[in-house]
């Protein structure tokens, strides 16, 4: 079993609507971050969480230390929010260590 | 602010070459962290080098190795090359090596091992 698990692992969506990304994980962990691929390769740190919730723009970003899980929302979502979506979480003692889940494909249609 | 640099952007090399990649961290960022992504497996951890000390190692062969000189700008390389080896490698920078400093990540450097 993955230390970091995502669902779902693809997922495609109409412009507007309301999306969730979720992300559970089996280890102790320090932070995690939510990341954010456009096709070539280029990775953007969207969120970084250790408790409670974050928000930026559309995108909101909470976790639930205790339950060990997060999740990624968009509000109305964008055909340019089309990316691939990465969970990562930087274990306990382990510096800048990153395990990384296996990431979401999302599409938003226009 | 110039973001994180990684040169060379695309390289190929073949089998039994080896390679070395570039990492310039953003100016004043002492941690630099280097991933392997490739289709089968994914974003894969490979180390982290804070203030020239390599801080942390992923689970990889010897055949890959890094340092990190005195103005943090950091590279890896890849000895005897296997097709396997063929992925984007990314690096990322970060003021601090406590786990709780924002990653900033170049825009990779993508190796096809022919």
């Known amino acids: 079993k993955n230390e970091v698990e995502q669902s779902p692992q693809n997922l495609t969506a109409q412009e507007g609507e309301f999306i969730t990304i979720n992300c559970s994980y089996s280890?102790?962990?320090?932070?995690l971050h939510w990341l954010q691929q456009h096709p070539g390769g280029g990775i953007v740190s969207l969120f970084m969480?250790?408790?409670g919730k974050k928000k930026h723009g559309r995108l909101i970003a909470t976790i639930n230390i205790q339950e060990k899980h997060s999740s990624l929302h968009i509000t109305a979502s964008h055909p340019r929010d089309s990316a691939v979506y990465i969970c990562a979480v930087k274990n306990n003692n382990a510096g800048n260590m990153l395990t990384f889940g296996g990431g979401t494909r999302l599409m938003v249609k226009p | 602010k110039a973001g994180v640099t990684q040169t060379p952007r695309y390289l190929i090399k073949t089998r039994g070459q080896q390679v070395t990649l570039s990492c310039s961290p953003i100016s004043g960022h002492r941690s630099v962290s280097w991933y392997q992504q490739t289709p089968g497996q994914g974003l894969q951890f490979l180390f982290e080098y804070f203030s020239e000390t390599q801080r942390n190692k992923g689970n990889f062969p010897g055949r890959f190795s890094g340092r990190q000189f005195s103005n943090s700008r950091s590279e890896m390389n890849v000895s005897t090359l296997e097709l396997g080896d063929s992925a984007l490698y990314l690096c990322?920078?970060?003021?601090?090596?406590?786990?709780?400093?924002?990653?900033?990540f170049g825009e990779g450097s993508r190796l096809t091992v022919l």
């Open positions: 990322a920078s970060s003021l601090a090596s406590s786990g709780i400093g924002e990653l900033f």
């Open positions: 280890v102790g962990i320090s932070a």
């Open positions: 969480l250790s408790s």
